[in-house]
T-cell receptor, first 112, second 114 residues
Framework: DSGVTQTPKHLITATGQRVTLRCSPR?????VYWYQQSLDQGLQFLIQ???????AKGNILERFSAQQFPDLHSELNLSSLELGDSALYFC???????????FGPGTRLTVL | GENVEQHPSTLSVQEGDSAVIKCTYS??????FPWYKQELGKGPQLIID?????GEKKDQRIAVTLNKTAKHFSLHITETQPEDSAVYFC?????????????FGKGITLSVRP
């Protein structure tokens, strides 16, 4: 168990809908990262937050957004969902000192 | 941006044999190279990492080597066991302060035959 929690574990929704994925980092970690894992693209970095502020952006679509709250949990919002958004979404967290990233169990999103 | 390539894509070894997985990276500024193991239905698990100021690091049956000149790094697993069967990902990043987004390879499926 990495100490990173993600909810929900599974999510099934329809095209055009909006969903919110939630992540709680390890105790004491200030950084949260979001990754998307699909069969064709592999693990792709989406976005990083550090202590509530956006720190780095990767291949994140404009339909996607994220935020990190004062208690350091983070949410990834996916809107106007398309079939191609079906994937595993992982959250990882790291501390300021060592920066090793520890991954949560992921949320499997299925868009029908 | 950084590009990480991983090869081979699948590897099958006999229990007790050694397994070597190789990765190459493109950005010479990358300075941190972790390896992750992912079992079915689980998130990637950090198993070992190496920083650019070190050439080799070992932790029990696993080791990682880094060749900065050639821009490649390898994972070595000795005395393989069936529970080593999983998908292994290499990654690279440029760590600056609190920033360290990871660029991953495509992953390799390791099968250890009993």
């Amino acid at each position: 168990d990495s100490g990173v929690t993600q909810t929900p574990k599974h999510l099934i929704t329809a095209t055009g809908q909006r969903v919110t994925l939630r992540c709680s980092p390890r105790s004491g970690d200030l950084s949260v990262y979001w990754y998307q894992q699909s069969l064709d693209q592999g693990l792709q970095f989406l976005i990083q937050y550090y202590n509530g502020e956006e720190r780095a952006k990767g291949n994140i679509l404009e339909r996607f957004s994220a935020q990190q709250f004062p208690d350091l949990h983070s949410e990834l919002n996916l809107s106007s969902l398309e079939l191609g958004d079906s994937a595993l979404y992982f959250c990882a967290s790291s501390d300021q000192m060592h920066n090793e990233q520890f991954f949560g169990p992921g949320t499997r999103l299925t868009v029908l | 941006g950084e590009n990480v390539e991983q090869h081979p894509s699948t590897l099958s070894v006999q229990e007790g044999d050694s397994a070597v997985i190789k990765c190459t990276y493109s950005d010479s500024a990358s300075n941190y190279f972790p390896w992750y193991k992912q079992e079915l239905g689980k998130g990637p698990q950090l198993i070992i990492d190496i920083r650019s100021n070190v050439g080799e690091k070992k932790d029990q049956r696993i080791a990682v080597t880094l060749n900065k000149t050639a821009k490649h790094f390898s994972l070595h697993i000795t005395e393989t066991q069936p529970e080593d069967s999983a998908v292994y990902f290499c990654a690279a990043s440029i760590r600056t302060g609190a920033n360290s987004k990871l660029t991953f390879g495509k992953g390799i499926t390791l099968s250890v035959r009993p």
